[in-house]
């Protein structure tokens, strides 16, 4: 098995208390079978609260319950985890113990990545840069399932055009450049012409996402509201980081791109990928124009409220890429 991931996946570690921004607040957090198990046998006064603590959710799964501020009944104070305090990171559910960390499994080869939802990761990504790594584990691959053998053709297939991406995101090539060289391999590639929508158009398509919270629904208002302005600024305000924005985008096309191994929508996922960057161009934008200077805190601010809106909802992931119905037909 050969696992790839980004240079910085195994430098990454959670800053929590530090963290301005809590994974332990506003989220359900689901708790899997197995660690449920151990849960229910646990003992002591701590085993009974961890238990008094556990709820089902409206889909019918168990989670912890939220107290007041939707904070995780074992966050404590300190903004720590009691959990952990008490048990170890082993007394962790899955979901606890793998958040940012995602994965994507293919024959013979596991991708792994760290999500932009989380502020330390957006950190790493734009300070540190972007390349990948492969560590084998020795086990070898015998794929005789003819739809193993399928995906994994188109694996190699498409992480080879992923990997032409790259090449020209980390060229020395101004960001216009970069992005036309893009929209045109990936025409020569699909066959098909690459149209990006106007920019009311992409605001209006994110506006109809449905919203994480309040704050998203007010900033895209207001992204609406001054997007005359916005459009005012040029590329030069771009080409400043250039690279960091060649991070964002090569770091979202290793995530999402790959996914068309399953679905066939190389298309779609890269007009995705090219949408996303440039709704973070624009949040970057208006925050410069609100606060006058755009420091490396916006930055990871605006990469992260991306992130969590989309990439963290399926649905929202889903309508961007595919439509409404999220199969791949028109809206």
Known sequence: MIYIKPSFFDKFRCTASVCTDNCC?????DVDEDTLAVYKQMKGEFGDR????????????ICFSLCEGERCAFLNKDNLCDIINH?????????????????EWFPGVTECGLGLCCEEVCRLLL??????VAEGDGEELNVEDKQDIIESDKYIFISAFREALFDV??????????????????????GRSLVLPRSEELVDSYMDTEPIDDSWTQHMKSIKEDLGKIREFKMDFFEINNNEYSRILAYILYRHLIKSVFDDAVYERVLFCLNALKMIMIFDVKSYMDDGVITLR???DNLKRWSKQIEYSEDNTDYLIFGSDGNGKEA
């Open 25 to 29: 607040v506003g989220w359900e957090i």
């Open 50 to 61: 961890v238990r008094e603590n556990l709820t089902r959710s409206e889909d019918g799964s």
């Open 87 to 103: 048990c170890g990171e082993s007394g962790l559910c899955d979901i606890c113990r793998e958040h940012p960390r995602f994965y």
């Open 127 to 132: 300070c540190e840069g972007f390349t990948l």
């Open 169 to 190: 995101l980390f060229s020395d090539a101004s960001l216009e450049e970069k992005l036309d060289k893009i929209m045109s391999h990936t025409e020569k590639m699909t």
């Open 298 to 300: 916006h930055r990871i």
